[in-house]
């Protein structure tokens, strides 16, 4: 086992029969501060699939607190259970506890198969919860941050196209129009782009369309996978994981790929095969920031204008990353790891260069 969480600072497993809670808590890095990260509820087939995912989780967010440059470290939960039928509040209750537990070391809040009201009920046992509805103090919507930030994405890579950071007159590709791929349609339409979009919501789609009349550029709806291949400037994922891929980056026509999906890059290869194939790409978990960047920025009492402001660096974060892969010839994917392992060895220095100092002055007083 310790060979498995090697690099890892930490792993709780928590265990409550009365309330039929198992979960799992990984501490990665607490370089950067107290490790942030979401708790995931799923019927994981076996514990061994838990702690695979809460490990691979925790470390990404390590990356990604690095590049939204916000003062925290890398965690993650899972809990194993069903959402549809295991959750209940006495269960996110005992899994307070155990975040409790931990001294202030992990914040958590929700993720995938869990809602901001289960927090509601952690929240009554620790302090070291975020995201909850903004009448228990929380932040509110974290996928306005978050759209925000893919737009800054989106302008970014146009700079880099087409030297200027115009959105308008251009073609955008969307998967998904939800939360996240709704707000920036809706942008995009406003500033006069054409979009192609996909979503398996046929509400969402008529949404859209709805909205379109009266803006300036145009909707073309398309079908599942036609997405892939239409002739977009950009395509804008917004929707599932995994979706750039051996089939997808044959079909793509687009000059970028820029959007909010988590984990886009079905391998780390494919970020190389996309560069070989002379598309750019926007590294996912530097464009969708925005909402972890709500989310940390909790701590100093909710803010949005602070928020926006911060959201604000993703474009000059891309725009350091897209050079560095230019002048290193390596993929965007690579400079943007490279870019976040430079951020956590810089505060590892400082942060011994502190201690080192403290132990001095300790040192001349005892
Ligand atoms: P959402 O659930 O509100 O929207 C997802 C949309 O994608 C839905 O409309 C759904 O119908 C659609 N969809 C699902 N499968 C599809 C398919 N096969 N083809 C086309 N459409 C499909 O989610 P969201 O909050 O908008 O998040 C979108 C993506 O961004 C997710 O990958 C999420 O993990 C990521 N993300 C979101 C945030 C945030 O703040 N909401 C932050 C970071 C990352």
């Not at 701590?299 to 993703?314: D, E, G, H, M």
Request: aromatic share 8%.
């Amino acid at each position: 086992m310790f060979e498995r969480i090697n690099g890892h600072e930490q792993v709780l497993f928590c265990n409550d029969p009365d309330t039929g809670l198992k979960a799992i808590i990984a501490i990665h890095n607490t370089t950067l501060g107290p490790a942030l990260g979401g708790c995931r509820m799923r019927p994981y087939n076996s514990t061994d699939e838990a702690i695979e995912d809460v490990l691979r989780l925790s470390k990404g967010m390590t990356y990604k607190c690095a590049a939204a440059d916000v003062d925290f470290g890398g965690g993650k939960a899972v809990i194993i259970g069903d959402p549809l039928k295991d959750r209940s509040p006495e269960l996110f209750r005992a899994f307070g506890q155990f975040v409790e537990s931990l001294s202030g070391r992990f914040y958590t809040g929700t993720d995938m198969g869990t809602t901001p009201d289960d927090f509601v009920h952690a929240l009554k046992e620790t302090n070291c919860i975020v995201g909850v509805p903004e009448e228990y103090g929380g932040s509110g919507d974290s996928s306005i941050p978050t759209a925000e930030g893919v737009l800054y994405g989106l302008k970014a890579t146009n700079n880099v196209l087409y030297g200027s950071d115009d959105l308008s007159g251009k073609t955008y590709s969307i998967q998904g129009l939800g939360k996240v791929g709704y707000k920036v349609a809706e942008k995009l339409l406003e500033d006069g782009a054409d979009l192609y979009v996909t979503d398996i919501n046929e509400s969402a789609i008529k949404r859209i369309i709805d909205q379109a009349e009266g803006l300036k550029g145009n909707v073309r709806v398309v079908e599942g996978n036609e997405i892939y291949s239409v002739p977009a400037d950009v395509f804008v994922p917004c929707a599932l994981g995994g979706i750039i891929n051996d089939e997808t980056i044959e079909q793509l026509k687009v000059k970028a790929v820029v959007g909010s999906a988590n984990n886009q890059l079905l391998r780390d290869e494919h970020g190389k095969f996309l560069q070989e194939k002379g598309i750019i790409y926007a590294p996912d978990y530097i464009v969708n920031a925005g909402g972890l960047i709500q989310v940390s920025d909790e701590l100093y009492s909710p803010n949005k204008a602070r928020v926006l402001a911060k959201t604000k660096a993703i474009y000059d974060t891309l725009m350091e990353i897209y050079q560095k892969s230019n002048e290193q010839s390596i993929s965007t994917a690579e400079s943007a790891n490279q870019f976040c392992n430079d951020r956590l060895t810089k505060r590892m220095k400082r942060n011994s260069f502190f201690s080192h100092k403290k132990r001095q002055k300790w040192n001349v007083r005892n």
